[in-house]
């Protein structure tokens, strides 16, 4: 039996949705990807890429928070920078679950960390000096995700119709 092939064209007919973005007074600031996956590290890097080059928004910034390490690049419109943030996520996000490393942790819940490590860099809520926020005041993304807003599961392209 011979499987039916499904062809696509990526640039007009794929839907884009976003993990979450960060925005600022409306204006996009970061895309974020939280890709939980532990035996294809490459993977998250070129889901990043497709849904920056593909969404209808501009991003300057992207984020790709894996298990073992979050990274920040800029994006000019067709190019992923070099990482210009890398650090440890047990390191970032053990705060806000002391339970990081030793649980396991699905894409939502990861996804779910990353946003209140980002309100965390903005209100200082958890604690006075948020882990990464050195390293984010030396690159200038600090002062820029101050006062920004986030948002979870956004469609960026396309639709997506209700199932339930």
């Known amino acids: 039996m011979e499987r039916t092939k499904y062809e696509f064209d990526p640039e007009t007919e794929a839907v884009i949705v976003a993990d979450l973005i960060v925005t600022k ?34 991003f300057p910034y992207a984020m790709l928070v894996q298990l073992e390490k979050t990274q920040i690049f800029k994006w000019d419109g067709k190019q992923l920078s070099e990482p210009i943030f890398v650090q440890k996520t047990d390191d970032l996000l053990k705060y ?8 396991i942790i699905f894409k939502e819940y990861l996804t779910a960390l990353t946003e209140v490590w980002l309100h965390d860099l903005d209100f200082n809520w958890k604690m006075e000096n948020p882990p990464g926020s050195k390293e984010l005041a ?7 995700l101050k006062g920004s807003q986030t948002e979870i599961e956004v469609v960026l392209r396309g639709e997506v119709e209700e199932w339930w």
């Open 96 to 103: 806000y679950e002391p339970e990081f490393s030793t649980k």
């Open 138 to 144: 030396e690159i200038g993304l600090l002062e820029l």
């Open 25 to 58: 007074k409306k204006k996009p600031i970061m895309l974020v990807h939280a890709d939980p996956r532990t035996e294809i590290l490459e993977w998250g890097i070129k889901e990043v890429i497709y849904n920056l080059k593909y969404s209808e928004t501009f």
